[in-house]
């Protein structure tokens, strides 16, 4: 095989407030031959996860990204050669990759590589059949124990995550109000993807908001922000309510693993018998074909919609992440590279 | 009957900071005739509790304590004289009355008055056989889900609920560390109560203690004080943890209705997929016959026991609240103030 050249995007730097295009280093090198046990991926689309943020900054659930590797990201491949059994040129492959045209990997299993069916849509993979839906169904439906009649409010609505959340709450009979920012997310909410009611954070007051729109209180908090909507929805729960902590993106930018503005209303928890829970999607991973399944259902019949904001080309990849974190994206946020071949 | 002089301690004023004694009032007044429909009560003895401070300063789960009325408590009392059906004079009842010599009261229910049986200990129902054993026990068992091998921590562990619900999980089969104030205090927990391990944290650190004595993390931590111990917990919580929410000790005294220390350390609940669940124990009121049944019979083989911080006297009332408010109290803070007779 001839040499390969890779560009690739390196962590240069731990963010410090918002992601920064100079938290990452721009550079081009040959692809090293294979070793036994090896297979070399070209990739073709990135996705875009507020957990990136964590992985750049310190070891969470899994360790930092060291400073000088590629910017890890949940990807989809091809695997143009292999050293290793049970994968085979050709075959498309998902997992956490690197920004990089070219990912070599000898790693299987929750934070390596999986292989998908021949014929996966990688866009699809990355978003409402991967962890972004993933992570909407089983946060309503395992975590939130949603039921018909609840009212259910998500936070981060036009974000992946937070649409797809609120598509399932209505598949299941809830009263669905979502949290965005701006007039075109907000109509897209009430519009196309069929909630009940959105509030636009930007331009309105949200407590007040919330409290004309969930008169009953919330039976279900699906938090994607954290910080100060996170404090106004606790002051509005109702008794046994579930808040399902899936993300704290207004958070993220500022501090290194703790809140900078850590929910004062807690104390709400008590009064009604309520319950703030996390999770993280991987620890449902026996449930994933029986969940990916039921996606794709409803996403055919039209009930559960997939919206994308696909950005194109491995040089803009710091950009796009950028535009996550600062609210930009509308829908899930992907980077296609190249296409399967 | 002759006119009875009742002597009271009035709400004066919303607490500002730690209670004060001059937050109430001492009046001196005769008892008002009685109406159809309601009974009289000599009070015997007033349980101390955290909650009472939420009282003291807003409406709550119940409105606030009208400034110019008595200080609301749990308390024991006898009927004097009855012009309700099913009450009768020499009746043992209990319920929210108020901190003085006779109550009159007409309400029944949760927030009113029930019956006890006669011959009742109105020190065991208002101790280990009431709201605070019950509240230890569905904290710790319906709350907390202790199982067998757990690690259990429990802060405000010699207090009434905290040392309750350890020797509960004790029962239970937990490994059991409480975080309590002193060397006496941590003493007794570590010997009388049978806990596995304690911490002083008026002179340990905190954190570092609980890194040593819980090797693999909290799997269940009741908490009673909120502010900087809940976060070192958080801190340490092991995957599929419960943060049972009890009370908040140290931030009743700071705040109205919010923390003034939150949790910071609330995104752990996301990594390791972990709950924090609030309860108030009325909550689970059909299910207290069978659990003051358990309770008993575990008191009665030693297994849980009732330790009483007894204090006399209706004068030292507020003198009383304060010392459980500065964690001068060990064990269940109570007030005699005469006998069944």
Redesign the interface.
């Known amino acids: 095989m001839a040499e390969l050249k890779n560009r690739r995007w390196l962590l240069a730097a731990r963010p410090q407030g918002i992601i920064k295009e100079s938290d990452f280093k721009w550079t081009e090198a040959p692809v090293a031959p294979l070793k036994d046990g090896q297979v070399l991926m070209r990739n073709l689309a990135f996705s875009f996860d507020p957990t990136q943020r964590g992985w750049m900054s310190m070891d969470?659930?899994i360790p930092a990204i060291p400073l000088g590797q590629p910017m890890r990201a949940g990807a989809v491949g091809q695997i143009v050669e292999s050293k290793r059994n049970g994968f085979a040129k050709g075959d498309l492959v998902q997992g956490l990759l690197g920004w990089e045209d070219y990912t070599t990997s000898e790693a299987e299993g929750t934070f390596g590589i999986q292989k998908l069916a021949p014929g996966t849509d990688p866009l699809m993979a990355l978003s409402l059949l991967g962890t972004t839906g993933l992570t909407a169904y089983f946060g309503t439906i395992s975590v939130g124990q949603v039921k018909a009649g609840d009212t259910f409010v998500v936070s981060g609505a036009a974000g992946a995550t937070g649409s797809v959340a609120g598509m399932i709450a209505k598949v299941k009979g809830c009263r669905v109000i979502g949290i965005a920012g701006g007039r075109a997310k907000c109509d897209w909410l009430t519009g196309e993807a069929g909630f009940d009611g959105a509030i636009d954070y930007k331009n309105e007051d949200v407590g007040a908001a919330l409290s004309k729109l969930c008169p009953k209180g919330i039976d279900v908090y699906f938090d994607n922000v954290g910080g100060e909507i996170l404090d106004l929805a606790l002051a509005r729960i109702s008794?046994g309510a579930r808040v399902v902590?899936?993300?704290?993106i207004s958070?993220y930018n500022e501090?290194q693993?703790?809140?900078a503005r850590?929910?004062?209303?807690?104390?709400?928890?008590?009064?009604?018998?309520?319950?703030?829970?996390?999770?993280?999607v991987f620890?449902f991973a026996r449930q994933y074909p029986q969940a990916i399944a039921e996606l794709a259902k409803w996403h055919s019949e039209g009930k559960v919609k997939n919206k994308l904001d696909l950005q194109l080309g491995l040089e803009n990849a710091p950009k796009t992440i950028i535009r996550l974190f600062t609210g930009a994206n509308f829908g899930k946020q992907l980077l296609k590279i190249g296409d399967p071949q």
Chains 1, 2 share one sequence.
Do not use: K, S
């Open positions: 969470t659930y008794n902590l899936c993300g704290a958070q501090a693993g703790v809140a850590p929910p004062r209303n807690y104390f709400n928890l008590i009064f009604h018998g309520a319950r703030m829970e996390g999770f993280l620890h």
